[in-house]
């Protein structure tokens, strides 16, 4: 079955970076799109990042761009997400989709598949 594992979440200082990764197993991975969501306490999961099948194409919500960096690695079927400058307001659990078409898209509910999380925590 379908598998998403995120790792490197962790305690880091306002200004500090922080990469992300998401190994997928039990799907051709070079198919599909793959986003990076966050929720935090008391709010809605939110669109944080997302990359096309071959990783032609990627879209990020505005408060990260310029910050945050999506990109993907189809021969270890890993997908990453590079963190600079970070701010409190990017404190959340981070979390990594898969959607079953190559097409990068920002809607949580085209996605099929998710990861359990991985916790960002940012001191100020």
């Known amino acids: 079955q379908v598998q998403l594992v995120e790792s490197g979440g962790g305690l880091v200082q306002a200004g500090g970076s922080l990469r992300l990764s998401c190994a997928a197993s039990?799907?051709?991975?070079?198919?599909?799109?793959m986003g990076w969501f966050r929720q935090a306490p008391g709010k809605e999961r939110a669109f944080v990042a997302t990359i096309s099948g071959r990783g032609s194409s990627t879209k990020y919500t505005d408060s990260v761009k310029g910050r945050f960096t999506i990109s993907r690695d189809n021969a270890k079927n890993t997908v990453y997400l590079q963190m600079n400058s970070l701010k409190p307001e990017d404190a959340a659990v981070y979390y990594c989709?898969?959607?079953?078409?190559?097409?990068?898209?920002?809607?949580?509910?085209?996605?099929?598949?998710w990861g359990q999380g991985t916790q960002v925590t940012v001191s100020s």
């Open positions: 039990g799907l051709t991975f070079s198919t599909y799109a």
């Open positions: 989709a898969c959607r079953l078409s190559a097409g990068a898209r920002v809607t949580p509910q085209l996605y099929d598949y």
